[in-house]
């Protein structure tokens, strides 16, 4: 070990308990109008964003513009004979706060298309790049290759006008936005399919095309409807958001600020829970040898698991008191078109026994499921069994929630995000320690 390194082991082993023992004895000591335990734990529910896109309820999950889940997902119009709507109509929802018409529906339907092209170039770079490489190294990539197209960047260069800056912003959003499936798309088939690469159709919707790039029948262009609408926007305040956000708050475009956030979504703790959650389940059934789950096998599993110390994953959340309307809808979709697959069967035994084994240990303030106890099962059952392609397609849907975030950031002329931190020493002595 260097010199330099065994001096910092040292320092760290020295600084932990301090910051430990502010967490454990201090916690609710005020600095300022926050306390010792938001500021050291990660500005937990500190109220300092502002954003009217979404808002996540304790009782009612994520309202969209002040919609529901359920309300959002009726309200919006659909493809004939699908059961849910257009990602194109939702954008419109999500940038005006108004329910589009199915005539204005269709014109962002026919704009998107206008500016779906990827330049041949974003194609070369991926090609180019080693074949091992992360598909979402990969996508955050292409992302930022793509800045050389914003047209904010070129604006501003010509000469920045503080309450024109939205117009570009939402150029360069849209433009990207439009995009994400085709590029998502050839990464999975070049990557996972031997690079047999399905070419664009000009005459689908956002939805239906990424499941015809991926090679995958209907009805999965209703799962990428779903998934890319379920997971476009969580408030403000979490990682890929947050980040896009801040970034943007640099005056950066939307190129540079989205592949920021997707490195964010691509962090263990943000967006690879869903395949956790698929793993987990997997090994599940391979413990208990692939036997048809029944509430008496599945409870004294998860007795066991929980009684050597181990959680049961996507069950429980930091806000939201009740089941999570996004679980709730692939719930629905489950029961709809694979009622009789293996892996829902164990995720709908877990549903209907692990809630009331949580209440009764006191082992979470909300033992209902979240989105993630879900969604990777519709995406194995439909083919999609890589992984970490996962995290892409959740990249997808959240560039719909943050770029929309950043337009409104942009026109409202937010300013610069820039905290002001304390010292360790500065916190000992506001809570008497020195």
């Keep these: 070990m260097s010199e330099l390194k065994k001096i910092l082991k040292q320092k ?70 699908k059961d849910y709507p257009y990602v194109e109509g939702f954008w419109f929802f999500l940038m005006t706060g108004e329910v589009p018409t199915m005539a204005q529906t269709k014109e962002v339907i026919a704009d998107f298309k206008s500016r779906s092209k990827v330049p041949q170039y974003i194609f070369d770079i991926l090609k180019a790049m080693p074949a091992d490489s992360h598909p979402m190294v990969m996508f955050s990539t292409a992302v930022l290759s793509l800045q050389r197209e914003s047209k904010f960047a070129k604006w501003y260069e010509e000469g920045f006008k503080k309450l024109d800056a939205w117009d570009t912003m939402y150029e360069d959003s849209t433009d990207l936005l439009a995009k994400l499936p085709e590029i998502a798309a050839f990464i999975y088939r070049m990557k996972y399919k031997g690079n047999k690469i399905i070419a664009s159709d000009p005459n689908l919707d956002f939805g239906a095309n990424f499941a015809h790039m991926m090679g995958i029948d209907a009805p999965y262009d209703d799962v990428a409807r779903m998934y890319f609408i379920l997971h476009s926007d969580h408030e403000s305040g979490n990682v890929s958001a947050h980040t896009t956000h801040l970034v943007a708050s640099a ?51 998860v007795r066991e698991t929980l009684d050597g110390g181990q959680v049961i994953p996507g069950f429980g959340h930091a806000v939201l008191r009740k089941t999570d309307p996004r679980y709730q ?12 697959d293996k892996i829902f069967k164990y995720v709908d035994m877990l549903y ?83």
């Excluded at 359920?70 to 004939?80: D, G, H, I, N, S």
């Excluded at 979504?265 to 090994?283: F, I, K």
């Excluded at 849907?397 to 020493?425: C, F, H, M, Q």
Aim: proline residues 6%.
């Design 329 to 340: 809808s692939q719930r629905d979709f489950c029961l709809k078109h694979l009622p009789d």
């Design 12 to 81: 760290i082993e020295e600084h932990r308990p301090r910051t430990t023992r502010l967490l454990k004895e201090y916690g609710d000591v005020k600095v300022g109008e926050v306390t010792m335990e938001q500021l050291i734990g990660g500005m937990r529910s500190i109220k300092s964003l502002v954003t009217d896109i979404s808002y996540l309820d304790p009782m009612e999950g994520i309202r969209f513009r002040g919609k529901t889940i359920p309300e959002t997902m009726a309200a919006l119009p659909k493809p004939e004979g």
């Design 352 to 434: 209907q026994v692990v809630p009331d084994i949580l209440l009764e240990k006191g082992k979470a303030k909300n033992p209902w499921p979240n989105v993630d106890a879900q969604s990777g099962v519709i995406q194995w059952f439909y083919g999609i069994k890589e992984y970490d392609f996962y995290t892409v397609m959740f990249g997808i849907g959240r560039a719909i929630g943050v770029l929309a975030n950043i337009t409104w950031d942009r026109a409202l002329g937010y300013p610069l995000e820039r905290p002001k931190s304390l010292t360790t020493d500065m916190l000992e002595k506001i809570a008497g320690i020195k």
């Design 251 to 301: 005056l950066s475009d939307a190129y540079y600020s989205l592949s920021a956030g997707l490195n964010g979504l691509a962090g263990p703790l943000h967006g690879l829970a869903n395949q956790e959650v698929l793993r987990w389940l997997q090994d599940v059934m391979d413990r208990l040898e692939g036997k048809e789950p029944t509430k008496e096998i599945m409870a004294k599993f």
